[in-house]
């Protein structure tokens, strides 16, 4: 059974453009998380989605959002970047939304400069 | 307080050694508490995961330890090897919002 895949793998941007970073989940999966893991502040919960609606975001200024399609993968947009962007970005998925265990992809290495 | 406190940030442990991380939450609406081991550049994999009405859970090499009153649960690994160097992250959930919340993270290194 294929993992969290996850594109790009790395990415550089530098201040002021915007990024689209994808997903796709397991399989049979419907919930989609997204998590920062910037340097020094370990893991940060982004967003979540499910059944193609937004459910919860972290406290994450407006410009960070995403989307969930029919097919359940997922885009992470993030507008105006700055240099603290820079980061692992990673998505995870769940079986459905209530079920806990949470499976994470390798991440999206973004770079800003 | 939706924090989850871990220690120590970083452990070296000797070979056939048992590594111990500890984490301490304050949110008692937590009610799943899983721990993942991430290696450099890779994403963080789900190593083994605990509930409150056990106190402990093990799965091979690996144990949790939960203790409701104190609100902390710890990871031990047993017999520590150098393929287990990596980090470790412990994390809670309310299933409220889906989301986890991590701890701070411990970076393991086990001599041989």
């Known amino acids: 059974e294929a993992g969290v895949t996850q594109s790009p793998t790395h990415l550089i941007k530098t201040r002021g453009q915007q990024v689209t970073l994808r997903c796709s989940p397991i399989s049979g999966h419907t919930s989609v998380y997204w998590y920062q893991q910037a340097l020094g502040l370990g893991l940060q919960f982004l967003l979540w989605y499910d059944e193609g609606e937004e459910r919860n975001r972290g406290n994450f200024p407006p410009r960070f959002s995403g989307r969930q399609f029919p097919n359940y993968s997922s885009e992470l947009n993030v507008n105006a970047l700055e240099l603290e962007d820079s980061a692992l970005y990673l998505c995870?998925?769940?079986?459905?939304?209530?079920?806990?265990?949470?499976?994470f992809g390798p991440g999206t290495r973004l770079t800003v400069l | 307080q939706q924090q989850v406190k871990q220690s120590p940030q970083s452990l070296i442990v000797q070979k056939g050694g048992i590594s111990i991380i500890n984490c301490a939450y304050e949110n008692t609406a937590f009610d799943y508490f899983p721990w993942y081991q991430q290696f450099p550049g890779k994403g963080p994999a789900l190593l083994i995961a605990?509930?409150?009405?056990?106190s402990e859970k093990k799965e091979g090499r690996f144990t949790i330890s939960f203790n409701k009153s104190a609100k902390q649960f710890s990871l031990h690994i047993m017999d520590s090897q150098p393929g287990d160097s990596a980090t470790y992250f412990c994390a809670a959930s309310d299933n409220q919002g889906g989301k986890l919340i991590f701890g701070q993270g411990t970076e393991l290194s086990v001599k041989p």
């Open positions: 605990i509930r409150p009405d056990v």
């Open positions: 995870a998925s769940s079986f459905r939304s209530g079920y806990n265990e949470q499976f």
